[in-house]
């Protein structure tokens, strides 16, 4: 909450220098927008629990409001903020977007301030459920970030020439705060998160391509003391790999094709890292939509392919019993990291009942890797099948 | 009640009976407030009107969703339904990107926005008339 306070004044001090260099008659002017869903879903399993949907029907998991503020202080430069409220437990609500934006040409723009990366094609707009045709975008690929939010800088160039067009976004910054790993909240410090992103149109098509890259710092709490007997050993880099201070990195393909009739969406990622708590993910999908205007209907298969890097276990074993306790404790602390291992074909409509408001509905047939985690929550871990069937109802409102 | 239902019916059965074949026969302008004449490519107008750049200093207005010359615009030039360009747009506004381009409920609101304002760019049916000052960037004859 600190370093948000502190972005809020950076953000008046900067706006109030700027704007002191220009002169202009545009009046300041305010603009509010916001947008909110009501997803309900129903798994049909009583062992699994996948995005929080079980055999109840839930309305929890995914419903939220934003509110959404622009308020122009010269005809180049605004401040924007945006706050959500989220229902579920695992998301945490709160201000989104708070930063400064600046726009010199038509070309050329500029933010400052806290915002959140666009790792895949929807990752910026996860919580606009109107913007795009599925009710849960593919998990695989959209599950996978460790974080979403930086404070920092971001670029945008946008070009036009005969036939193509395109844009490149540079970013650069920071964040603190909390990460979900391996399904836990840990408190984090981003030294510094950096990216690109690029996206080229040419006539239906749209090739899209991203590399981003982030130093994680993350200490887990409860191996700190299992840590400190590793270095009272001095197994200093056996100790090392029980906490997080690596870089991680994100690429990212994208194709997408729109016609009137039908249109094609598909992106593939692959996700690396120096940690052996870090995943190694490999996953993709591809959408395929029918426009059938006010209703959209489409087809999904996504997959991913998750794994671990082997640590390193400097802890010789088969010298003397406790040695042996504590390689054999270290190895098990990594044989149980979960595998998101996951296959799913979603089929879904969409019906743009207003020009601001659709309905959705879904079903997702989801097969994971059996005996692994495969993003679902295991209730008896003694039965090894991840196999389910995941129905949600959505509606979709932008203001 | 029956005549209630049955009157709108027959409304919309009208509309389409007099607006499809004027709207396969009209062709598609693009038009701006512009002192030297440019000539757009397709793929330019889509930029364009998607809140892409341009080499020239134009800026974009729109029709309102309703109107039938936005909805020969989406398929001729944008190629997309009007569900999706709106959710490209809901994309776009949340993101911070871009905004979409300001909108008007017919298209004389549209001309005479043009002759005020110096680059705006509209596109309108060639049945509109064009007022002095208007110049045509690019016409769609599909």
Redesign the interface.
């Known amino acids: 909450m600190k370093s948000l306070k502190k972005i809020k004044v950076s953000l008046v001090i900067v706006a109030l220098i700027i704007t002191s260099g220009f002169s202009t008659a545009a009046e300041p002017k305010i603009e509010f927008?916001g947008?909110a869903r009501a997803v309900v879903g129903h798994l049909n399993d009583d062992n699994l629990v996948f995005l929080g949907y079980d055999e109840g029907y839930s309305f929890s998991e995914q419903s939220l409001f934003?509110f959404?503020a622009d308020a122009s202080i010269t005809d180049k430069i605004s401040v924007?903020g945006?706050a959500l409220v989220h229902s579920s437990d695992v998301r945490e609500s709160g201000i989104q977007?708070l930063?400064l934006?600046y726009r010199p040409t038509?070309?050329w723009?500029f933010?400052l301030g806290r915002?959140?990366i666009?790792f895949f094609t929807?990752s910026?707009?996860i919580d606009?459920g109107?913007?795009?045709?599925w009710i849960t975008p593919p998990i695989q690929v959209y599950a996978n970030y460790l974080f979403s939010e930086f404070d920092g800088a971001m670029g945008?160039?946008?070009?036009?020439?005969?036939?193509?067009?395109?844009?490149l976004e540079a970013y650069v910054g920071q964040y603190k705060g909390p990460i979900v790993q391996s399904g836990q909240r840990l408190d984090a410090d981003i030294e510094y998160v950096a990216g690109l992103y690029s996206k080229l149109?040419?006539?239906?098509f749209t090739f899209s391509a991203a590399y981003h890259e982030g130093k994680v710092k993350v200490d887990i709490p409860e191996f700190k003391e299992f840590q400190d007997l590793l270095r009272m050993f001095n197994f200093i880099t056996t100790a090392n790999e029980l906490g997080i201070n690596n870089r991680a990195r994100f690429i990212k393909l994208g194709v997408s094709y729109?016609?009137?009739d039908y249109?094609i969406e598909s992106e593939f990622s692959k996700i690396t890292s120096g940690s052996a708590f870090i995943p190694k993910v490999n996953a993709g999908y591809l959408t395929l939509g029918y426009?059938l205007?006010?209703f959209?209907l489409h087809a999904t298969i996504a997959h991913s392919d998750a794994g671990y890097s082997e640590p390193v276990n400097e802890v010789p074993l088969g010298l003397n019993p406790i040695l042996d306790q504590v390689h054999l404790g270290f190895e098990a602390i990594f044989m149980s990291l979960p595998i998101d291992s996951l296959t799913s074909l979603t089929i879904g409509s969409?019906y743009?009942w207003k020009?601001?408001i659709?309905f959705k509905a879904e079903v997702s047939f989801l097969k994971g890797e059996n005996n692994k985690r495969a993003f679902f929550t295991v209730g008896d871990p003694t039965i090894e099948e991840r196999e389910a069937v995941l129905f949600q109802l959505a509606a979709e409102w932008?203001f | 009640m029956k005549s209630l239902i049955r009157q709108p019916i027959n409304k919309l059965l009208l509309f389409y009976m007099l607006t499809l074949p004027a709207l396969a026969n009209a062709s598609l302008l693009v038009v701006a407030n512009v002192d030297k004449p440019i000539s757009l490519?397709k793929?330019?107008v889509?930029?364009?009107f998607m809140g892409?750049?341009?080499?020239y200093?134009l800026n974009a207005v729109a029709l309102t969703?309703e109107n039938k010359t936005r909805a020969m615009f989406?398929?001729r030039i944008i190629?997309?339904?009007?569900?999706?360009i709106?959710?490209?747009w809901?994309?776009m506004?949340?993101?911070?990107?871009q905004k979409p381009p300001r909108e008007f409920d017919n298209e004389e609101q549209l001309i005479n926005y043009l002759v005020k304002h110096k680059g705006a760019v509209a596109y309108v049916s060639s049945d509109v008339e064009l007022k002095a000052g208007i110049v045509i960037l690019y016409r769609s004859e599909d």
């Open positions: 927008s947008f934003a959404r924007i945006q977007w930063y934006d038509q070309d723009s933010k915002q959140r666009p929807y910026d707009v606009v109107f913007a795009y045709p945008r160039y946008d070009f036009s020439t005969k036939s193509v067009s395109g844009s149109n040419y006539k239906n729109n016609s009137f249109f426009n205007y006010p959209t969409r743009d020009q601001n659709a932008v | 490519s793929s330019e889509k930029a364009i892409g750049a341009t080499s200093d969703a989406n398929a190629g997309m339904t009007e569900s999706r709106q959710s490209y809901a994309q506004r949340f993101s911070g990107r």
